[in-house]
């Protein structure tokens, strides 16, 4: 019952029912703040839980690319949406081999899986053209700019999939 009575007075404060009733006005403004915050903390919550599922589809995706581990061409979606967590995990461990996760070609992997999949929707010529791009920038940039890229990548990656 307060459920549907908060979202009763949170519709009508957007409509500028209440104006003449400060007090109700008030207490929808209340409720409306309260429901603000939960939404950003359940969003947070999820956000952080999906980013390191994404980064681990990214480093498998871009690893499994060039060595080749497993027949499967996965798309990144596929990796993180249906993909049992500890499958992931153990399939990026047994690509990366002798590299650690936390190795510059486990970085270098999670970019290239991370921008492939920003490029998804491009012509196929095109987005060989921006991995090109990716390739060279990687060679060029830190070790501290490309894991500052790949955190950024992967942020704007989750956010997506939690739309």
Known sequence: ??????????????????????????????QQEAHNLWLKKQFSQQHQQLIPVVTVADMFYGCNKERKIDPINYHISELVLKMDRDQLADKLTTCLADDSLKSDVALNFGLIGCFNEQFSEMSQLEKQQKMKLVRQAIASLSREERQKSLTKCVTEQAIRYLK
Not at 6 to 25: E, H, K, Q, R, Y
Request: proline residues 3%; glycine residues 0%.
């Open 1 to 30: 019952m307060k459920v549907i009575k908060n979202a009763v007075l949170i519709a009508l404060t957007s409509f500028n029912f209440l104006a003449a009733d400060p007090v109700l006005a008030d207490e929808a403004a209340k």
